[in-house]
């Protein structure tokens, strides 16, 4: 019995970050368990997910973007004490191409550096954008306990 390719997918996003995945995520914990990856705390990936290798398939290329975001992704609320759509999606020094995959799902992104150019940044803020990689791409429980309220106001 083989890796689903959606599975395939999605191990491929989080494998651009590396072969060892640590720490784990309770989400990520589910699927790596079953699939055998994972040892205590730690998952290491197969060889293949880690080479680079990128789907071009508009289901798989989800699935891969939901693995880059919990690879290098953050949810961003620049002021929590305000209640409206005011909700980003970091990528922190992702992988290239990651905007082109963005703009094939119909997304809007925009990809910029720090002052010194050393740290890459592709950022998601625009509320119908945010909307749809949280309907879409990540589940409600991956977002963080203190944003799920104004998620759920604003997003869903």
Request: charged share 20%; proline share 9%.
């Given at each position: 019995?083989?890796?689903?390719?959606?599975?395939?997918?999605?191990?491929?996003?989080?494998?651009?970050?590396?072969?060892?995945?640590?720490?784990v995520s309770d989400v990520q914990r589910e699927l790596l368990g079953v699939l055998g990856l994972l040892k205590g705390d730690v998952a290491r990936l197969p060889p293949w997910a880690c080479r680079g290798v990128r789907p071009r398939r508009l289901p798989l290329v989800m699935d891969y973007v939901r693995g880059v975001f919990d690879a290098f992704g953050r949810y961003f609320d620049p002021d929590p004490h305000v209640d409206g759509p005011n909700m980003m999606l970091i990528f922190v020094d992702p992988p290239e191409g990651l905007a082109v995959r963005l703009r094939a799902l119909g997304l809007s992104p925009v990809a910029t550096h720090d002052e010194p150019r050393r740290v890459r940044y592709v950022v998601l803020y625009r509320r119908g954008d945010v909307a749809f990689f949280i309907r879409r791409v990540t589940p409600l429980s991956e977002v963080p306990a203190p944003m799920r309220a104004k998620v759920a106001r604003h997003y869903l």
């Open positions: 019995m083989g890796i689903h390719p959606r599975d395939r997918a999605y191990l491929r996003g989080l494998g651009e970050a590396g072969c060892v995945v640590a720490p």
